[in-house]
């Protein structure tokens, strides 16, 4: 082998792989690297590791430190185990220590769930590993719900799920939830990260049961699990969590199972992904009609067979299928979760034709006006200041205006359900009624039987509360629904969007420059592209990768700093603000920007004006190679 031309750091870092890693299938993929002297792919593949970001680890699933492979699950479960038995060293008996691991229907989720669970099976833990695909939403609310039975005094702690959402197929992930059912966050991700890296050999006793040999077929076995069939410590918790589940968000169900039902038919699609099982049981127990099934996206597919890109966020392109479905069938209300249904997308057909494609921020409001009325309907005489929606600091501030016009309490966070779920479970401990939370790409929270987002209950809230309007005869569509709810709290403008950054480098120099735009520092205002003489006053801007915010006295701000990641929000003095942040699980820079009014068309027009002067001034998309989407 002559690497001759390949810089010695590659070399050394591409050995590493090869003394850890066990499979040969990716022992291959680096020799090969190593022998086309492909310094670019070796670089990528091996240079920095893959992290814990907004939803865990996730990555192309490919050889190397930086992508999702088997070694990596191995070494990040070990990292997580070590972690575990520090938090439970008071405790003898392993076995009353539990962990979740559930696993969506990608290529490699099955193998890559096996392989955790072998790592905390080896260490004496108890592991509740589901047999079958299922859908996010089921790991972090078996860990709740474990907690809450406790039988003989067990203490589950953690749970996994295998998934990568909506990411393109090449892609997985390892989303990770501590024992209160939230997703892990700072500071716990860092010690477990501190520990992996002190455990990146593969433990003998995880290695003896390793299938090293495999092809790469979704169906092969990688690990050895045979020792535990009959085992106490291996548990099927796909039917009893299943059970529990359904019958928790029976509470959400406000009529009781005894729905008022319009004639209007409602088409589903999963996107390709785990949905339908769990959306068909849920509407079955609220009592809802059947709805109309995408049949070509209806089943697990981890090709994604009819899609460019898995999100049903992503718009008409990904509901293409579904609108022509509902053409077909007379629906005019598509439902669409995204592959692992933990997000709820919506589309309407209006009265003339068209489809109306609800934004994050307006399935939020349908939602939390249902969810608020419904709770009002049935606890007339409570204190409402003791019951509180969350939203993220990028949504829209809809939710803030209901908060003060209705009496509940109403908090921001930072963007991630991991922060949502986080402060959701400081609420209810503090003796807070959680009602609702979102945030604006898609992802809902109704109730607090579990604390992560749920695309499958916010289906059925959704239905219910649509066939609820249709019939009601207050409004033909929900979007008239939306205008009487802005009428109500005043009506906000909000455009959300992204660009492709060519790699995270373009992205952080783009930030940077936003940061030293004028006079070697902040902007202070923004130009009209409409108007050369028209400017837009900034009164105040947070940037929390630098903790910094000009509207405190102390100039720190009151969310939490986020040095890895980038996030500034600008607050006008019109009311507007805008917020550039990058994705945390995609090479994006992520844009938002609202606009507040009593007046409809002032709103409108304020936001079609901001949104183009933004962008252009702070981004300059085509100097910095920043790429929009096209649909």
């Known amino acids: 082998m002559n690497n001759n031309e390949i810089p010695s750091s590659l070399v050394e870092l591409a050995e590493q792989w090869l003394e850890y890693d066990p499979y040969e299938r990716t022992r291959k993929e680096i020799k090969d690297l190593l022998d086309n002297k492909d310094s670019k792919l070796l670089d990528k593949y091996l240079s920095k590791r893959i992290e814990f970001g907004t939803a865990g680890l996730r990555s192309l699933m490919a050889a190397g430190f930086a992508n999702m492979n088997e070694l990596i699950i191995i070494q990040t479960s070990q990292g997580l185990c070590k972690y575990i038995e520090q938090q439970t060293q008071d405790v003898n008996d392993k076995s009353k220590i539990s962990i979740v691991i559930g696993y969506d229907g990608r290529h490699h989720s099955k193998q890559f769930a096996h392989l955790a669970a072998a790592v905390f099976l080896t260490k004496g833990f108890t592991v509740y590993l589901y047999r079958t695909i299922v859908c996010t939403p089921l790991v972090p609310f078996a860990v709740t719900n474990l907690n809450k039975k406790k039988v003989n005094g067990e203490r589950c702690i953690a749970g996994i799920m295998v998934t990568a959402s909506h990411n393109p197929k090449q892609d997985n992930g390892y989303k990770l939830y501590w024992e209160n059912g939230s997703q892990i966050i700072s500071p716990i991700d860092e010690y477990i990260s501190n520990l992996i890296m002190q455990n990146l050999k593969v433990w003998d006793d995880v290695r003896k049961i390793l299938n090293v040999n495999v092809s790469g077929a979704d169906d092969e076995d990688v690990v050895d699990l045979s020792n535990w069939k009959d085992s106490p410590l291996l548990k099927d918790p796909t039917k009893s969590q299943e059970d529990d589940y359904m019958e928790a968000i029976r509470e959400y169900n406000y009529s009781n199972g005894k729905p008022l039902l319009s004639d209007e038919k409602i088409t589903y699609t999963a996107m390709h992904g785990v949905g339908l099982p769990f959306v068909t049981r849920a509407f ?224 952080h120099k783009v930030m940077d420059q936003v940061r030293h735009i004028e006079n070697g520092g902040y902007p202070t205002y923004i130009p009209s592209i409409k108007d050369s003489s028209k400017h837009f006053k900034i009164a105040s801007l947070r940037d929390l990768t630098k903790n910094y915010d000009t509207s405190t006295k102390d100039h720190l701000p009151v969310l939490p700093a986020t040095p890895s990641a980038e996030m500034i929000t600008f607050t006008f003095e019109n009311g507007a603000t805008a917020t550039l942040r990058n994705s945390g699980t995609e090479p994006k820079l992520k844009w938002y920007v609202e606009t507040h009014d009593k007046d409809k068309q002032v709103a409108w027009d304020l936001l079609e004006e901001m949104t183009p002067s933004i962008l252009e001034y702070l981004l300059k998309p085509t100097e910095n190679g920043l790429v929009a989407p096209t649909d």
Not at 394 to 415: C, N, P, W, Y
Not at 466 to 476: I, L, P
Request: glycine share 8%; aromatic share 14%; hydrophobic share 40%.
């Open 284 to 507: 079955e127990l609220y009592g809802l009609p059947k709805f109309v099934p995408v049949e070509e996206q209806i089943y697990p597919d981890p090709e994604f067979t009819t899609v460019k890109y898995p999100n049903p966020e992503e718009g008409k392109g990904a509901l293409k299928l579904a609108m022509e479905k509902s053409e077909k069938e007379g629906a005019i209300l598509i439902l669409a979760n995204d592959p692992d249904a933990d997000r709820l997308a919506v589309a309407e057909r209006q009265v003339d034709g068209t489809w109306r494609i609800y934004n994050g921020n307006e399935i939020a409001m349908l939602l939390a006006d249902w969810v608020w009325t419904q709770y009002k309907k049935q606890h007339q005489n409570e204190d409402y200041s003791k019951c509180v929606m969350i939203a993220s600091t990028v949504s829209s501030k809809i939710l803030r205006a209901m908060a003060q016009h209705e009496g509940f309490k109403f908090d921001e966070t930072l963007t991630g359900f991991k922060w949502i779920g986080n402060r959701g479970d400081q609420y209810i401990k503090e003796g807070y009624n959680f009602l609702f939370a979102y945030e604006v790409e898609i992802g809902f929270l109704v109730g607090d039987c579990s604390l992560d987002k749920d695309g499958v209950r916010a289906a059925a809230v959704f239905a219910e509360m649509a066939h609820h309007h249709y019939k009601s005869g207050v409004v033909t569509r929900l979007s008239d629904q939306i205008e009487n709810i802005y009428k109500k709290y005043g009506f906000f403008a909000m455009k959300t969007r992204y660009f492709f950054t060519p790699n995270t480098d373009v992205l």
